[in-house]
Every structure is written in structure tokens, then in C-alpha cells.
């Protein structure tokens, strides 16, 4: 964790949390930002079918909820994925440590545009993308546009069926055949909670 951002959580409340529990509801007004001193999160939105699209996750030493600082309701859900530990800072919080720390400011800025450019790729794919497009490049970026958990020997960890199907946008049913396919083919290797790259994915399939 940065000095800055250590500085800025003890301006805050702590509070636990545990696992499964939603910190955040999308939708709801807020204007509480968390720096996360222990555990994961993850970042998820729930259209009106009920089928959820997953963002990201985000883990200890990082910080969430700085986009309702505009006063705006939330964009997306939090929800634990393991006991947390958060320090949480009401708006008032933040500006008295953004007029005391300046180069949080540009921190925070940074963040912002680097979410936004998360969120116009994931929407970019989502309409170009066939759902096998997406899963190449999920497991070609060993995950870094997920946020998951990068082995040393270059496998995600971390990611079941179903959160790879959140990651996409589609049903775990097409993202389990499309993967038995690609084991099958050699261009990976399976094992719990774990997928490994062992040669280039095809373009197409």
C-alpha cells in the first residue's frame, strides 16, 4: 500500500465484512469511499435477466467507491469474495486528504480514466466480439484485464466456470464446452481453479 493511500485509510472507519457480503448495491446513492486493507472483492453488475457481467476484482492495498464522489448513484455492485477488512472514508474524508495530499489527486484521477478505459473495452468486446473472441483474449492477458490471480507459471488462478462466464458475459454451459474443446485440442491444460496456456489460441473456432 502507498504512504499516500496508508495516510488516507486512517482518516476512515473500519469495519469487517464477511465473505459474500455486498458493501456496495448498484444503483443505490452513496458517498462512501473504501481502501481495502485485507481480502478480494469483486466488482459485478446484474442486468434485468438476472445474468451477471463481472468488472473485476480488486485486493488488499487497493481502494473502491471513489466513483459516487460526484454525488451520482452507484455504477456497480461490490461483494466480498473472502472476509475483508475495510477502512471507510465519507466525501468529506476524501477532500480534506485530497487539499492535504496532491499527488493523491492525480492518483486518483489516474484510477479513474483507467477504469473507464476498463469499462469502454469490456463494452467494445461485448459488441464485437463473438463469445469465444472474448475468452481468447481473457486467457491471452493471463489476467490482467480481470484483475484474477497470475500464477508463476503463467495459469489464472482463482476463476471457476462460472466467474470466467461473468467475466464474458455468457453462460457457463458455452464457456465449460468452449474450454473442454481447447483441452482437448492441447492449447490448454485444466485443473481446479486453475487453466494453463500451453500454446497459441486459434483466431477462430
Not at 455504477?75 to 486528504?97: G, K, Y
Request: proline residues 3%; positive net charge; glycine residues 8%.
Amino acid at each position: 500500500m502507498s504512504p499516500e493511500l496508508r495516510t488516507l485509510a486512517l482518516r476512515g472507519v473500519v469495519r469487517s465484512y464477511p465473505k459474500k457480503a455486498v458493501i456496495i448495491n448498484e444503483g443505490e446513492m452513496g458517498e462512501s469511499m473504501f481502501v481495502l486493507l485485507k481480502g478480494s472483492v469483486k466488482v459485478f453488475s446484474c442486468g434485468n435477466s438476472g445474468r451477471e457481467i463481472t468488472f473485476g476484482r480488486i485486493y488488499a492495498g487497493d481502494y473502491f467507491g471513489e466513483m459516487s464522489l460526484d454525488g451520482e448513484p452507484r455504477s456497480a455492485s461490490i461483494i466480498t469474495l473472502e472476509p475483508c477488512i475495510c477502512a471507510v472514508l465519507s466525501r468529506a474524508n476524501v477532500s480534506e486528504h485530497l487539499a492535504e495530499e496532491p499527488k493523491f489527486a492525480m492518483n486518483l484521477v489516474l484510477r479513474v480514466i483507467r477504469r473507464a478505459r476498463c469499462a469502454t473495452e469490456i463494452a467494445r468486446n461485448m459488441a464485437l466480439l463473438d463469445v469465444y473472441g472474448r475468452l481468447v483474449m481473457l486467457l491471452e492477458a493471463q489476467g490482467d484485464l480481470t484483475d484474477c490471480r497470475t500464477a508463476p507459471d503463467g495459469s489464472l488462478e482463482s476463476l471457476t466456470h462460472q466467474d470466467i462466464a461473468s467475466f464474458l458475459g455468457a453462460s457457463r454451459e458455452m464457456v465449460s464446452r468452449l474450454l473442454k474443446d481447447l483441452e482437448k485440442g492441447g492449447y490448454i491444460s485444466m485443473a481446479t481453479k486453475r487453466i494453463t496456456l500451453l500454446k497459441k489460441l486459434p483466431t477462430r473456432w
